[in-house]
């Protein structure tokens, strides 16, 4: 029989050195019960990529970030309504060409 151990709580794991968005994504991801943890689609929709939606956010050296949502066309059936939050209003026609590229390869 193994031992009952008591759950240490995130926030004392990583004390100050985590945000609370980060420390809550971890929190759902490290859930030992499989169909209890988020999936990795529904990480990228948690609110501590928040920023990475945010049609002003730059590069530490400034420049813009590379394409994000170019999901292939069985992320975007996978997503369903996850999707719109996934993909933010400025970035609506990115995964279109990739996905319209892949099919065309097929």
């Known amino acids: ?3 009952q151990i008591k759950a240490h709580p995130w926030i004392k794991v990583f004390r ?3 945000t609370p968005d980060a420390i809550d994504l971890i929190s759902k991801l490290l859930i030992y019960t499989p169909d209890k943890r988020v999936t990795p689609l529904q990480s990228c929709g948690h609110a ?3 920023e990475l939606r945010d049609p002003n956010t ?3 050296n400034g420049r813009d970030l590379p394409t994000l949502f170019d ?3 069985e992320e975007m059936r996978m997503g369903g309504d996850l999707m719109r939050k996934l993909i933010p209003a400025h970035a609506q026609g990115q995964q279109a060409a ?3 590229a892949a099919a065309a390869k097929r």
Do not use: E, I, R, Y
């Open 98 to 100: 990739p996905a319209a």
């Open 71 to 73: 999901f292939s066309a």
């Open 16 to 18: 100050s050195k985590a």
């Open 58 to 60: 730059k590069l530490p």
């Open 48 to 50: 501590f990529f928040d």
């Open 1 to 3: 029989k193994f031992p």
